[in-house]
């Protein structure tokens, strides 16, 4: 279920990138199209939810990207669990140290086109990600654990 809420996220995000920069581009060149102040950095803030979102659903699928250094090494067992593993430490500390950037630099400040609106939104992305992670790989570590039982 998370990973279809996080996908539909992803989509809408990705429609919402397209109209407002369509509408961006097309205000420059066409008069009675308002051309607004803010969305460059609207759609830097939707790029920024896209690119970690769809980096946590890569995990679910077992796509990201991970060393294979030591692949041919050890058994697969042990590979498998060590990826899962730094993946989740990588989640904890995107869920904190976001969090913290979030409430700390982000709630300090405003975006420039829109003077009401905090930045809290612009670093918000990597505790949401780091969550999303989080979900995803307690799911992986799941199947993993119960296939080598299994």
Same mark, same amino acid.
């Given at each position: 279920?998370? *990973? ?24 420059? *060149? ?6 607004? +102040? ?16 769809? +980096? ?16 041919? *090494?050890?058994?697969? &067992?042990?590979? &498998?669990?060590?990826?899962?593993? +730094?993946?989740?430490?990588? +989640? ?23 003077? &009401? ?28 654990? &119960?296939?080598?039982?299994?």
């Amino acid at each position: 279920m998370t *990973y279809r809420v996080v996908l539909f996220l992803c989509k809408l995000l990705l429609v919402v990138d397209i109209l407002i920069t369509t509408m961006a581009v097309a205000g420059r *060149y066409i008069s009675f199209i308002p051309d607004p +102040a803010w969305s460059e950095e609207v759609v830097l803030t939707c790029m920024s939810y896209m690119a970690v979102l769809s +980096a946590a659903l890569a995990i679910r699928r077992g796509a990201h990207i991970r060393m294979t250094a030591f692949d041919r *090494y050890l058994p697969a &067992k042990v590979v &498998k669990s060590l990826a899962d593993l +730094a993946v989740l430490a990588l +989640a904890v500390i995107m869920i904190t140290v976001g969090w913290k950037y979030a409430t700390g630099i982000g709630s300090k400040g405003t975006y420039v086109s829109m003077p &009401k609106v905090s930045r809290f939104w612009m670093y918000f992305p990597v505790p949401l990600a780091g969550v999303a992670m989080l979900v995803f790989e307690v799911e992986a570590l799941y199947n993993h654990v &119960k296939s080598f039982v299994v």
